[in-house]
C-alpha cells in the first residue's frame, strides 16, 4: 500500500501504525513498515514518539479517546429513571469498542506490567466510577462505589478478550449480557417500595452506608476533616458487612 496522504509527519506515522495495527490483527508491526507507510525516515518516528513503542501508545490513547468522546457525547445530562441503566449502557459500549477494534484492545489491555497500571484502563475505571456514583447515593449498592468500578472493568474486559478469541462468526454476543446483568445483580440491590430510595430490608444497612459515603463527597464541608474521617472509616466498616 502506497504511504499515507500528505500532511503533519507526526499525524501521519500515528495514521500509518493504526492501519498497520488493523491489517495486522494482532500480529507485530515493524518500525520500517510504520516508517514506509508513513512516507518517513526511522529518525523521524523517534523525534517524534522516542521509540516505537511510544508511538504505539500514541496511537492507543488516540483511539481510545473517541470511545471516551462518544460516551460523552451519550450523556444527555437528564438521569435516567434507574441509575443502572447508564452502568448498562457504557459497559455494552466498552464491548462494542474492544470488538470493532481489537488491535487497539490487545495493546491497552496486553501488555500488563505488575505494579504499573495503564493510564488508558484507569480512564475508563474512573469513567465507571462516575457512572456508579447516582447508584450508591440511591443506596442500590451493595459495596463501596470504587470496589465495585474494579470488579465491573475486570467482568468487561474479561468478557472482551474472550469475545476477541473467537472466530467472528462463532462470537455468542449473549455472553457480554448475561455476565454483565450477573454482575449488576451481584454488587446492586432492587429498588425499595414506591417513594423510597432505599433497597428491600435485607440490604438496607449496606445500602445506607454506601449511599451516606456517596453523598458526603457532595458536602466535604458538613463535618470536620477528623469527623468525617472517623464517620467513613465506620461507613466503610458496614458497607464491608454482608447483610444479614
Known sequence: MPPVAAGDARDRLLLAAAELLDEAQGADVSTRAITDRAGVQAPTLYHHFGSKQGLLDAVVTHGFTAFLAERAAGETGDAPADPLDDIRAGWDLHVRYGLEHPAFYGLIYGRTVPGEPCGVVAEVEAMILAALRPAARQGRLRVPPARAARQLLAASTGVVLALIS???????????????????ERLTTAPGPAGSALPDAGDEVVGAAVALDAALERRPDALSATETALLREWLHRLSASPPA
Open 166 to 184: 473467537r472466530p467472528a462468526d462463532d462470537r455468542d454476543l449473549s455472553l457480554s449480557r448475561e455476565v454483565r446483568d450477573a454482575i449488576l
